[in-house]
């Protein structure tokens, strides 16, 4: 390597940079020239050991050549690479690490590459790459440079990243977005994937790919024709059916200084305030609206405002404070507008914005929603806080609610006007246009409207009371607990829509939860489930006038903080409300660990994508609810176990004293961890280090047992062990005469660095205090001698000596504790049996055969369980067929055929024929693996056949005999990778290309390793 040349945004200099501004030409010229730009294949110039840095990255270039795009308005922006180079880019931290192995196996970003775009914002990087001697490409490289620009410029990622918006305000001369750069890169390991560094944000630089979503040609034909209507009225005007699909950040980060601190990026301008004039017209679904915005510069020289609004919605007019037209670019959601003159930092501006466009979807008759709560507006800023002014006009016959207080209303026509002021900085207002029933209440110094929608006709009273109980004793709970509420009135609206919101003095409420009806009539001593998610739903989006604004988030990584604090909030405040306080937790913990143990195709956790910190980076091409799971499932289980480490009280009086210093300002989350560790003098590395910033959820397994001592005391003596859930990597191999499928169990976490604190429950025998009959419900916890046992590495042993004889003893009784816990004194055989699936591959087999011994039920748990003898004896039995086949599963990992098949038989030798259906997958998938590797492929073929479903993408043109092959796969179960796998080869073996083909792709898609087949499916396609 003898040159090397930078290219980072850090080392611009904004003085100096001679960039010409597209005055002269007309905007619609200059739009088409960015959108559609041409190569110039006379200018390509030749590159040789090069290394070019970018973003902290290299690219190090062997040889190739270099062609630059034609210039728009003076200036190269785009220039295309074909060659040979490797690029390489470590992770800054372990969760960017564990992010880029979620998505590409590797923890450092490692990729060959032999095409790539660039596209960079700085004029004189661009001079100094291409001034190198000149090249004249043969016609397979030009051929290859012009394929590869045309796809950039026809495909998804130029537009989905918005590169064309960046050339744009690169042009117009604005210093900030001549640090702009972005790569496309086409990578002989990795696919096509892309860095982009947008100066403007948190995290600047992003490495990703997008995923489009897959459609053969009937989807794609239906959906055009999806897309043609609805942009005859007015909708997805800028969308591509291309543009539909999925981003996976593989990494994201902010740029560094020289000393290695990170330098977040940020915004030209702040808003101060908006002023927001709006014609609602609901019958024609429209909004017609005038938003003059009052801006402060943020640093010296801007020259565009990016603003982003609802992309329907279309600017017809922008100027400035003098009344001067400006230039503006739309593209997506954004919105960038070109100032007259550069300003000065500190500098106040206002930008007037006249928009239009379909705002409102129709729900029913005279019943509508809106398509966008935020962007009805333009907005810019990094913290975007800012106080409002708003002007609504809508037709009488409808009611309207919205942020603010009313400073004004009146009739003109047979229109409404209503003028209305929001004083406190907030982030977003809104509105809802309809016809409701108004509830009002004085609660304190609070005026607190209620309006249900009457759409979907009356709400029942009941339900209509208890949601305004539930604010007014919310409200003052949450007054009580952390603060003042800062407004003195809240519009609570009911909606029909997906979702719920929380805004400043605004909250919107999805109404199908005041539909919500229990099936059954609630036990005793169980709540109305129905009613209890509906007061938690209300208690949550109230509790967002604390956690969201008052304290704000700073950016998406901070976003859980907000969640989880109302989701903690609003359980703080039903359980205070709640009869049985104690156990609302444990109610709740049956949920979170349903969810997330949820499984994407490929076999891990929803939990396992991603930590509580990459918020809606969660979801992806991988999980469309993992967001959902670990924020709103995990999420609140921190708080409680925080809450645990510190204190109940004392987290909440934190909480308070935080709401006090932060007073509408955003924080994130290291600081608010800091601030709790200062407040409590509480270390919370490990805390934050397993749960905030780490994934994996620990399996407790525990034994104990009572035994007197000598001094007429009792002890209680047990173990925990901790171990983690693996998740397997499958492989094919072709053996001598048959086929395997390796599994290789892959462990996310590791024990020896992990620490619970967990609540045990010691119950003790009569003596009347202390006990409760165990049968009254099912979430019922006894009572007795508690305390805290401290649970880390791989075992803990623990003992504890008491003054009265012990009956009972359980850890994590109420489900507090973010770990699955099983109890090996309880249940001994099933116990035993997971710590055999899930422990040391070593000890597996000694431990499954240890499990064939044990009891399946002892002690309390066996009295509990009240079952006749015939019952044990048949559940025992079923127990032992499930170890025998872990044992069958066990001996195939490890070459022992004749083993395992021995196992399978007494396996399904203690099925009675009643249970016949007794898990069939996993007794198949052995038979199947059996099969394959002796070579047998028929018989595998037909069960698979029968049992698995695929779908079959419908080809234009297609032989008739697909549609028969498409029906007949219709139906079956969804299988895993092991499934599809095995139905892979065992449909080549009979020579079912067709099926082998799209078996093999269901089997890669959910994570397998195929080379091994698909090199012959290849080779017999090429025949
Ligand atoms: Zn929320």
């Not at 055969?849 to 309390?860: I, M, N, T, V």
Request: aromatic share 10%; proline share 4%; with cysteine.
């Amino acid at each position: 390597m003898n040159s090397f040349i930078r290219i980072l945004a850090g080392s611009l200099a904004v003085a100096g940079l001679s960039v010409s501004v597209p005055k002269a030409s007309a905007p619609t010229d200059l739009e088409q020239k960015i959108q559609t730009p041409s190569l110039d294949l006379s200018h390509a110039v030749a590159v040789r050991d090069v290394a070019i840095e970018l973003g902290g990255g290299a690219l190090e270039v062997e040889e190739g050549v270099l062609v630059p795009a034609s210039p728009i308005s003076g200036r190269v922006m785009e220039v295309v690479f074909v060659g040979k180079a490797l690029f390489r880019l470590t992770p800054p931290d372990d969760v960017e690490a564990q992010q880029l192995e979620v998505f590409t196996q590797q923890t450092t970003l490692e990729a060959g590459i032999e095409g790539a775009v660039f596209t960079i914002g700085n004029a004189s990087i661009m001079d100094r790459l291409l001034s190198r001697s000149p090249a004249t490409p043969d016609s397979t490289t030009q051929a290859r440079a012009r394929e590869l620009f045309d796809g950039w410029v026809r495909g998804s990622e130029r537009r989905v990243f918005g590169v064309d918006a960046a050339i744009w305000r690169a042009l117009s001369a604005d210093p900030l977005s001549q640090g702009y750069f972005a790569s496309f890169f086409q990578s002989v390991d990795l696919g096509n994937f892309c860095l982009v560094l947008e100066p403007w944000e948190n995290d600047q630089l992003t490495v990703g790919r997008f995923v489009p979503r897959e459609m053969d040609d009937r989807e794609k034909r239906l959906s055009e024709r999806d897309l043609r209507i609805a942009r005859k009225e007015g909708r997805f005007l800028q969308l591509r059916l291309d543009d539909f699909g999925d981003f996976d950040t593989w990494m994201r980060m902010p740029l560094r200084d020289g000393a290695g601190r990170p330098t977040p990026g940020s915004s030209n301008f702040e808003p101060k305030h908006y002023d927001l004039e709006a014609n609602l017209d609901p019958k024609a679904l429209t909004i017609d609206g005038k938003a003059t915005l009052h801006l402060t510069a943020m640093r010296e020289g801007s020259r565009v405002v990016a603003l982003s609004l609802f992309r329907d919605l279309i600017p017809s007019s922008i100027r400035d404070g003098a009344g001067k037209e400006l230039a503006w670019y739309r593209s997506g959601f954004t919105l960038s507008v070109m100032l007259a003159d550069p300003v000065r930092m500190n500098e106040s501006l206002t930008l007037e914005i006249a928009y239009q466009g379909v705002i409102f979807d129709e729900i029913g008759a005279d019943f509508f929603a809106l398509r966008t709560t935020q962007s009805w507006y333009p907005h810019t800023g990094t913290t975007d806080r800012a106080t409002y002014k708003l002007t609504l006009r809508w037709p009488k016959k409808y009611e309207l609610m919205a942020s603010g207080k009313v400073l004004e209303s009146r009739l003109e026509n047979k229109e409404q006007v209503e003028i209305r002021t929001l004083e406190v900085p907030a982030d977003f207002v809104s509105f809802e246009i309809g016809d409701f029933d108004l509830v009002e209440e004085q609660v304190g110094h609070v005026r607190v409207t209620v309006a249900f929608n009457r759409g979907f006709g009356t709400v029942a009273k009941g339900v209509e009371q208890e949601v305004v109980d539930t604010l007014k004793a919310a409200l003052q709970f949450y007054e009580e607990k952390f603060g003042a509420y800062p407004l003195d009135y809240l519009t609570v609206v009911t909606i029909p829509r997906g979702f719920s919101q929380g805004f400043l003095g605004f909250l919107t409420l999805a109404d199908d939860l005041l539909y919500l009806r229990s099936p059954f009539a609630p036990g005793p001593g169980v709540e109305n489930s129905s009613s209890r998610m509906r007061m938690e739903t209300v208690a949550h989006e109230l509790a967002h006038q604390w956690w969201g604004n008052l304290v704000g988030w700073k950016s998406y990584r901070d976003q859980w903080l907000s969640e989880a604090l109302a989701h903690y909030s609003a359980v703080l405040y039903l359980q205070s409300k709640s009869d049985r306080q104690s156990v609302y937790l444990a109610e709740h913990a049956k949920d979170w660990k349903r969810w997330l143990r949820q499984t994407t195709l490929d076999g891990r956790t929803l939990e396992s994508l991603g930590p509580l910190v990459m918020g809606e980076r969660l979801n992806s091409s991988l999980s469309e609810s993992a967001y959902q799971a670990v924020v709103y499932g995990k999420g609140p289980l921190a708080f409680s176990m925080l809450s645990r480490a510190v204190g109940q009280d004392q987290l909440t009086l934190m909480l308070k004293n935080l709401v006090k210093a932060l007073s509408n300002r955003p924080i994130d989350t290291e600081t608010f961890l800091a601030a709790i560790e200062k407040m409590g003098s509480v270390n919370l590395s490990s805390f934050s280090k397993q749960f905030v910033y780490g994934t994996g959820i620990p399996e407790i397994y525990y034994s104990f047992e009572f035994r007197e001592s000598g001094d007429g005391r009792w002890e209680v003596q047990g173990e925990a062990r901790q171990t983690f859930m693996p998740h397997y990597d499958y492989r094919l191999i072709q053996k001598q005469g048959g086929w395997d499928l390796t599994r290789v169990p892959s462990h996310d976490s590791q024990p020896s660095d992990w620490t619970l604190l967990v609540p045990f429950q010691v119950i003790l025998d009569a003596g009347g205090e202390g006990t409760v009959s165990p049968k009254q419900s099912n979430y019922q916890t006894a009572r007795g001698l508690g305390g805290t046992l401290k649970v880390s590495g791989r075992s803990t042993p623990f003992t504890f000596k008491i003054d009265r004889k012990p009956l009972d003893f359980w850890l994590d009784q109420r489900g507090e504790v973010l770990a699955y816990f099983f109890c090996s004194s309880r249940e001994p055989k099933r116990a035993l049996r997971y710590m055999a699936a899930e422990g040391p591959d070593a000890e597996s087999e000694a431990m499954y055969k240890k499990a064939l011994q044990a009891e399946l039920l002892s002690g309390k748990a066996l009295e509990d369980a009240d079952l006749s003898s015939r019952d044990l004896k048949r559940e025992s039995n079923l127990e032992d067929a499930r170890i025998y086949f872990g044992l069958a599963r066990w001996y195939l990992d490890h070459s022992r055929i004749e083993d395992s098949r021995r196992a399978l038989n007494s396996g399904e030798d203690l099925i009675r024929a009643s249970d016949g259906k007794f898990w069939q997958d996993e007794r198949e998938a052995l038979d199947s693996r059996l099969n394959l590797l002796q070579g047998e492929y028929k018989e595998t073929y037909a069960r698979l056949n029968r049992e698995l479903q695929m779908y079959f993408p419908v080809k234009t043109g297609e032989h008739a005999s697909a549609g028969w092959r498409r029906s007949q796969w219709r139906t079956g179960r969804i299988g895993d990778a092991e499934d599809y796998a095995m139905l892979a080869v065992a449909a080549f073996e009979t020579s079912h290309m067709e099926v082998a083909q799209l078996a093999a792709k269901y089997a890669e898609e959910r994570g397998a390793d195929m080379t091994a087949l698909k090199q012959l499916l290849s080779a017999s396609k090429a025949e």
